[in-house]
């Protein structure tokens, strides 16, 4: 990591929400996504490099807007890159109520940029799956894999929905860095065609999509997750159904990491105490340590 690598000081002020709406007769479903603070949280926790923020950016903002699509509060979602560029893996979980966490293996990735200047994600991602876990609270989770198409993420996404779910998408998703490596703006959107829609809406739809430059563009002029709704399909009379907030939260605390010490039983307990004295745990999501003591092992003992 870089000497003058250093902490971003609060310059983004919207709050993260992802905008869920329809359109051309509720023939498409809209999903817009500012996650600028969210992907800035997920940079601060897990110091990443310029080109794994992006790769991981954008797999938080689908994976946040997949998070909206479930049903049920309980009901989560898990999407993997898995690759065999030098990030490795990236793990992003999302829920129903906006809450949204992340890692990626490999935190610090250092590659050239691009010829037109671009971060090379898709070099450091590398060829491999995208992998994605709904526990819908059934017996057994929905699993859809799909092979990486591109690397560049939004693709792969896109790809996904087709294949897994069997529903036409776009998908747009952007990360844009800035000089002391914090997060100016992130975000995204995605665009589902149901079976009802019309021809000439999609086709429409298709060249209005075609010609947006970038998402990220458009979120560094400012632009409000409805504007960009507006510039998408405002011809196609959008309706907004609601605005849900958006942040980085890991659920991981000492309570529960005592709980799964405790869960790998008494006689493993007693060989750590042993053998080590203590116990190191690490919560890979948000980055943060658990030291248990001798003082404390004894105590979930019950000694």
């Known amino acids: 990591m870089p000497k003058d690598y250093f902490l971003w000081q609060g310059r983004i002020k919207m709050s993260d929400t992802v905008l869920r709406a329809t359109a051309g007769g509720d023939s498409v479903r809209i999903f817009v996504a500012n996650t600028s603070n ?31 699509m479930l049903k ?37 990735v250092e590659l050239p940029l691009r010829e037109n200047g671009k971060l090379a994600v898709s070099d450091a991602v ?26 560049e993420i939004a693709e792969d996404f896109t790809y996904y929905f087709a294949q897994s779910e069997q529903t036409p998408s776009a998908v747009a998703l952007g990360v844009l860095v800035d000089r002391d490596y914090s997060i100016k703006c992130a975000g995204g959107f995605i665009l589902q065609i149901m079976p009802e829609a019309d021809e000439a809406i999609i086709s429409a739809l298709e060249a209005k999509i075609a010609s947006i430059t970038s998402v990220t563009a458009m979120f560094e002029k400012g632009m409000t997750n409805a504007q960009i709704l507006n510039e998408i399909a405002g ?47 690490h919560c890979h999501f948000c980055n943060t340590d658990y030291h248990f003591d001798r003082e404390d092992l004894l105590r979930l003992l019950g000694n």
Not at 135 to 145: A, C, I, S
Request: proline share 4%; charged share 25%; hydrophobic share 40%.
């Open 38 to 68: 969210t992907v800035n949280e997920a940079f601060k926790r897990h110091r990443t490099s310029p080109v794994v923020s992006a790769a991981l950016g954008r797999t938080i903002t689908a994976t946040a807007i997949m998070g909206t």
């Open 235 to 281: 011809d196609f009379s959008p309706k907004i159904l609601d605005e849900i907030p958006i942040r980085f939260y890991c659920n991981c605390s000492k309570e529960r990491v005592e709980k799964a010490l405790i869960a790998v039983g008494r006689e493993e307990l007693e060989d750590i105490l042993q053998k080590e004295g203590q116990a190191d745990l």
């Open 126 to 151: 590398g060829c491999g799956t995208l992998t994605v876990i709904k526990d819908l609270g059934l017996k057994e989770p929905y699993v859809g894999q799909i092979n990486l198409i591109s690397g």
């Open 72 to 108: 049920n509060d309980s009901d989560i979602v898990t999407a993997t890159v898995k690759g065999d560029g030098p990030i490795g893996s990236m793990t992003v979980t999302a829920d129903a109520k906006g809450n949204v966490k992340g890692y990626a293996a490999n935190a610090w």
